[in-house]
């Protein structure tokens, strides 16, 4: 009886290490073996916040592992799985699971992309200029693109979006290629970069703001051209809010804008301070000289403005002005308090 008792328990522990030694080969198979021998290159995105579990279960369908399980368990183990980088990765089939998880780990993302940064308040111009001297791109062809008529961006499917059809016939797309951060191909051409700044603005208008525009009897193309001009005037959102109040009072009353950002846009020229012969320039877009908006944008403004431009607040303040080293931006109900801001501190 001990006898058999002693074979049994010799043969349970034969076949344990039996599995256990199966178990071992397999997953060390699966952890150091690629899952094709040929290989391949695969473009593969991790996307942000995205669980090893997904991640795994993509590489595998993608052929880039045998099994999800293995992927899992390794980058659990090893405790890399809280490390996975965000990022666009050129892995190869030929890889096995731990270069895999290396890669991912440190972040080793391919330069296939580039960063575009476009500032708030910068004009077709200003974006021109950054495009071709920090990315290669022809600012003469960028520039023609934005203009409207056959052969631009208006024209191209890639570039239509929904406001194009409300603007004007003599419009340009100013104040409509909306300042943001933008991650774009190397081999991107201009009319993808337009097509994303374009896209972007669309999505940033949301419906409510859409409808509130409609409901206070206004258009959206005259909001962007007032935001524009906020743009360029004043730095603080609460300080946008009360411009955009004094602009639109000043258009109810009958009163030029005289807003010194028209002026800059006209001359091309920032100037601390602003002679009369200047305010006297012939420009459509002199705003000391023609009453209400200007007939266009002057700048490409960033989504405070805009909100600014549509939900202006209520004040009795019908000037303001900026100090010049700070910008602190100083108001006034009356012009004879403009005139002392003016004596304090413009110095």
């Known amino acids: ?75 659990t183990f090893k405790r890399i799985d809280k490390k996975i980088q965000a990022g666009k990765y050129i892995l190869n089939k030929n890889m096995n699971i731990k270069e895999i998880a290396r890669k ?41 693109l934005t203009q409207p008529g056959a052969g631009t961006c208006f024209a191209k499917d890639i570039c239509r979006f929904s406001q194009t059809d409300s603007l004007p016939a003599d419009a340009d797309l100013e104040g ?16 993808d970069v337009i097509a994303k700044m374009l896209s972007n603005f669309d999505e940033k208008i949301t419906p409510e703001m859409r409808e509130d525009i409609a409901i206070q009897g206004k258009t959206l193309h005259k909001i962007i051209i007032m935001a524009s001009l906020i743009e360029k005037e004043v730095r603080k959102v609460e300080d946008m809010k009360v411009v955009s109040g004094i602009f639109w009072n000043r258009i109810e009353r009958g009163q030029p804008l005289e807003s010194c950002a028209t002026l800059a846009y006209v001359l091309g020229e920032n100037k601390p301070q602003y002679s009369i012969e200047d305010t006297k320039i012939d420009s459509p877009y002199n705003t000391y000289q023609n009453y209400g908006l200007p007939p266009g944008p002057i700048s490409n403004p960033g989504l405070n403005a805009i909100q600014a431009a549509i939900y202006p607040a209520k004040t009795d303040y019908l000037y303001f002005l900026n100090e010049l080293e700070s910008g602190e931006t100083h108001f006034a109900k009356t012009f004879e308090e403009h005139s002392e801001n003016k004596r304090l501190y413009l110095k």
Request: aromatic share 12%; hydrophobic share 45%.
């Open 1 to 75: 009886m001990l006898q058999k008792l002693t074979t049994s328990m010799g043969i349970i522990l034969s076949l344990i290490i039996l599995i256990g030694a199966t178990v071992y080969i397999s997953f060390w198979r699966g952890i150091n073996q690629p899952a094709r021998a040929e290989g391949g290159e695969v473009n593969f995105i991790v996307k942000e916040g995205e669980s090893v579990a997904l991640i795994s279960d993509r590489l595998a369908m993608e052929g880039l592992i045998s099994k999800s399980f293995y992927f899992d368990w390794y980058a």
């Open 104 to 144: 991912l780990s440190a972040g080793d993302v391919t330069n296939q992309e580039k960063t575009i940064k476009i500032i708030e308040g910068w004009d077709i111009n200003d974006i021109a200029e950054y495009l071709e001297q920090k990315h290669g791109f022809s600012a003469k062809d960028f520039i023609k």
């Open 176 to 191: 409509y290629l909306f300042p943001d951060t933008y991650r774009v191909y190397n081999d991107a051409s201009v009319e």
